[in-house]
């Protein structure tokens, strides 16, 4: 293939933030109609640069070329006046907005046609809608202008985010972590869209720390350490363990090495449940399962089929409207949180840092969340703090937590490191059942290595696990048996020694025949 | 706005006039005494319409304002005051004193609303916080120099209160006419035209609240001021990242909402009555945050709401008419404390949240941070 035009380049980008070097003589190019991933762990400098060719932030050296001319960024303004968009991590959308007035937001067009003026002229939101229905017709996005965002799926409001920038006349794209809120199934959507956008001529900068992905849909990559560049590669040339180790800057363990389990007494026994979700409409119709003490049962599902609800309920979170719960021998249905912790279950939740932190306290006030009103922790009414201390800085040994003192409030923590307390805290007790709920969602390949290890470690010390996960990837390599959910109900139990990707994707989508039954 | 909360705005208002027409109608057709409870309400709805405006502007751009009543108490001390200092100290006309008195009501509200905006905005302080010290501000500022100015000896107008310029006029506007020239000769269709005549003789300021209603919903919904206002108020970030200057527009519709809660306290003292009291707002600030809460934001929603707490206050005007014509089992009618007491009922009542909840802009009331 003829090396086409350099569309895009940073020169020596170096930017320091009080105490960090977040990008050292870093240097990175795009060429047109290509996908360049940038591949690093979390606090590798991605961000950092990426915000420095969206103009976000000014480098205290280098500079940036656009189509061959160095530039000056100094707001997003200037890099989408020069044809650079960028889709964030976070979508910056307005849920109560239509499609059509988040797209045409900050670039309004109004009934005399002048975009970005007069702020009192009528907005001609039907001339937008028109000009979103051409774009998404020209480049296979479908979206209806029409529909108001907070209505439409995650992979939907994607996808208004890229015709957003499109619309823009953006060339050059950004991703930042485009397939962290998608499911696999949407991940893929979104990698035609890509390969579409590029036979269009889009050039695309494609930010992740998901190696399958990288290997399936980039043209160039590039790995990012420290704040520096470690290396690139061509996909045809490398394969997930190499990336990982450049990454990493290690080698890693990238499949759990786990031996077979050896289930015996049943620990978990679910027998009918149902449960509402926050609207009041049934979520999980009906479900049956069991856990043993040994074994780790992995809940797979497309995101929004009643996991959520599930896990709350068997934490007691939920209410359950009817069926039972047993926990250890123990009738725990509706019963209250406390009972289920001190009957001996371990919850690491959806989202930690609503659920599983209080951010605004200390790591050691965290890590000892569920039995600081127990000795030894608590004596008369009276917290201990010196054996609070003592605990707090054996897990932060333990748990490899990497935190500059116990006494720093847990938001200030990475994402891995606050996952990190909440397994010390978590595992650290005698506990009988462990419900694992998107362990690993958002964390960097050493973490996510980390936190599979503890989860193996548990079952083999005879602890029941029930892992919930959108990451096939993960079900898959840390399960003993998949119980797969469809609209709240589980429509398969499987070995998971004895099931493919591919059919585990179909019960996910409901489509397998016997998932009628 | 749903059916169910404008079901009940409709519900609470024909209870309102349904009260007073079954007490009059003996005495006066009902008619008129519709027209005339219309009247009224259109009259005493003024400052909370203009008070819920000004919460929707700022509220919508994402700064919590609950300190309305504090704008509207010093405009109308600092527009009665302009207007009696050009009328008696320098000798202006009366009306020209007035127009540049309502002129004063709006900075003075649009100015005590940039503090507000400065703490808010730039110094991230609290908003309630901002809000109450406006609020107490207002409070001690007016009472103050009411004091100084005119109470005491030796001050400029030599402890005498000076009279006032008046009041704004009455404009006459010609809606019933317009229906009695087609009626030709037709009873019915004329008292309804005379009927009409008196809803619509309005003050200015009353006439103007009604357009800026109309005038806030066309910029809010339709312009790109509008859309912008309320992105900044709802994900300020995201506005950020397209190039729209978050604090910027914060600051321009915060002292827009206090210009507004400026004109509503020129209603009190240039438009309503001739004089300037302590705390004669009495509240009228919270009432109207109440209307712009159960109004859901929108200008149409908190007019709507507004006119339930001006009807309440319509029905204690017009019950005073019929005093001695109030049968024996409604006797506590004839308490005019007790009607008084019903607009601030009516907003615990829609503040419980039982007529259904509303959603407030999801980045109201946070300071933004890059």
């Known amino acids: ?517 | 706005m749903d059916w169910k909360r404008f079901g009940f705005i409709g519900f609470i208002i024909v209870v309102l006039f349904g009260m007073v027409v079954a007490i009059g109608k003996d005495h006066t057709p009902p008619l008129v005494i519709i027209a005339s409870m219309l009247a009224t309400t259109l009259t005493v709805v003024t400052p909370l319409a203009l008070g819920s405006l000004s919460g929707i502007f700022c509220e919508r751009s994402g700064v919590v304002n609950i300190g309305i009543e504090g704008m509207m108490l010093a405009a109308a001390f600092f527009g009665w005051l302009t207007s009696i200092y050009l009328n008696t100290i320098f000798n202006f006309a009366p009306m020209f004193s007035l127009v540049m008195g309502v002129l004063a009501a709006i900075l003075a509200g649009g100015l005590m609303a940039l503090l507000l905006a400065w703490l808010s905005i730039t110094f991230k302080v609290d908003q309630i916080i901002g809000g109450t010290v406006i609020n107490i501000l207002a409070v001690g500022i007016t009472g103050f120099l009411n004091r100084q100015l005119f109470f005491d000896k030796g001050s400029i107008f030599g402890g005498n209160v000076p009279h006032a310029p008046g009041l704004l006029p009455i404009i006459h506007l010609p809606v019933g006419s317009a229906l009695a020239a087609v009626c030709g000769g037709n009873a019915g269709c004329l008292d309804v035209a005379n009927a009409l005549n008196k809803v619509f003789d309005q003050k200015p300021i009353a006439l103007l609240s009604l357009a800026l209603v109309l005038v806030t919903h066309y910029v809010l919904f339709h312009t790109r001021w509008g859309l912008r206002t309320r992105a900044v108020g709802e994900h300020p970030k995201a506005a950020d990242t397209v190039g729209i200057n978050v604090n910027r527009t914060r600051y321009i519709n915060v002292v827009i909402g206090g210009m507004m809660a400026g004109l509503a306290g020129a209603y009190f003292t240039l438009e309503s009555v001739p004089s300037f009291e302590p705390l004669m707002t009495n509240g009228r600030g919270f009432i109207s945050l109440a209307a712009m809460i159960f109004g859901n934001w929108t200008p149409f929603g908190a007019w709507a709401a507004a006119l339930v707490f001006g009807a309440a206050q319509a029905l204690q005007i017009n019950l005073q008419f019929f005093r001695e014509f109030i049968p024996a089992q409604w006797a506590f009618l004839q308490q005019s404390y007790f009607v008084g007491l019903a607009p601030y009922l009516l907003t615990m009542i829609i503040l419980t949240g039982i007529i259904g909840k509303t959603t407030p802009p999801a980045a109201d009331g946070q300071p933004y941070e890059k």
């Not at chain 1, 933030?17 to 977040?22: I, K, Q, S």
Request: hydrophobic share 40%; aromatic share 4%; proline share 5%.
């Open chain 1, 1 to 517: 293939m003829p090396e086409a035009e350099l569309v895009l380049q940073a020169r020596g980008i170096t930017k320091r933030f009080p105490g960090v070097l977040a990008n050292s003589d870093v240097s990175f190019d795009l060429r047109k109609g290509e996908v360049h991933a940038l591949l690093g762990e979390n606090g590798a400098g991605k961000s950092t640069l990426m915000n420095v060719l969206y103009g976000l932030y000014h480098p205290d050296a280098g500079e940036v070329l656009v189509n061959g001319a160095p530039l000056q960024l100094d707001s997003a303004k200037d890099a989408i006046h020069h044809g650079i968009g960028m889709v964030h991590q976070h979508f910056m959308l307005i849920p109560v907005f239509t499609v059509t007035e988040n797209i045409m937001l900050g670039a309004e067009t109004d009934h005399r046609s002048r975009p970005d003026e007069t702020p009192l002229a009528r907005l001609d939101r039907r001339e937008v809608a028109a000009r979103v229905r051409e774009l998404s017709r020209q480049y296979g996005l479908e979206i209806d202008p029409e529909a108001l965002v907070g209505d439409l799926p995650v992979g939907v409001q994607q996808r208004v985010e890229i015709v957003k920038a499109l619309y823009r006349n953006a060339s050059i794209l950004i991703l930042d972590e485009p397939t962290a809120v998608l499911t696999p199934q949407e991940a893929d959507d979104l990698f035609d869209i890509m390969r579409e956008l590029t036979r269009r001529g889009v050039s695309i900068i494609f930010i992740t720390h998901k190696l399958r992905e990288v290997l399936a849909i980039a043209d160039r990559i590039t790995v990012m350490r420290g704040g520096k560049v470690v290396g690139s590669a061509l996909p045809q040339q490398v394969n997930e363990q190499q990336l990982a180790s450049m990454m990493v800057g290690r080698d890693v363990l990238l499949s759990v090495t786990k031996t077979e389990a050896k289930p015996t007494d049943p620990i978990l026994q679910v027998e009918n449940l149902t449960v509402r979700d926050v609207r009041g409409l049934p979520a999980v119709r009906g479900i049956s399962l069991e856990v043993r003490a040994g074994e780790i049962l992995g809940i797979a599902g497309v995101q929004g089929n009643g996991q959520t609800e599930l896990a709350e309920a068997l934490t007691g979170l939920r209410r359950a409207e009817s069926g039972s719960i047993t926990l250890a021998g123990r009738s725990l249905t509706n019963a209250s949180p406390r009972a289920f912790t001190e009957t001996g279950l371990a919850h690491i939740p959806e989202d930690r840092q609503k659920h599983g932190l209080v951010l605004g306290y200390t790591v050691a006030d965290n890590m000892i969340l569920c039995d600081y009103y127990k000795p030894p922790f608590s004596q008369a009414g009276v917290l201990q703090q010196s054996v609070q201390d003592a605990a707090a800085r054996k897990w932060i040994e333990a748990y490899d937590v990497r935190t500059p003192s116990p006494y720093v409030a847990a938001g200030k923590l990475s994402g891995g490191n606050q996952q990190k307390v909440i397994v010390a805290r978590e595992l650290s007790r005698p506990v009988k059942l462990v419900i694992a709920n998107q362990p690993t969602r958002g964390l960097d390949v050493g973490s996510i290595e980390y936190i599979h290890k503890e989860i193996v470690a548990m079952r083999d010390r005879g602890v029941a696990v029930l892992l919930v996960s959108a990451e096939l990837d993960e079900i898959m390599s840390l399960s003993d048996r998949i119980a797969v959910m469809f609209h709240g109900q589980i429509v398969a139990v499987v070995d998971s020694r004895k099931v493919s990707r591919e059919e585990l994707g179909l019960w996910m989508a409901g489509a397998h025949p016997q998932a009628q039954a």
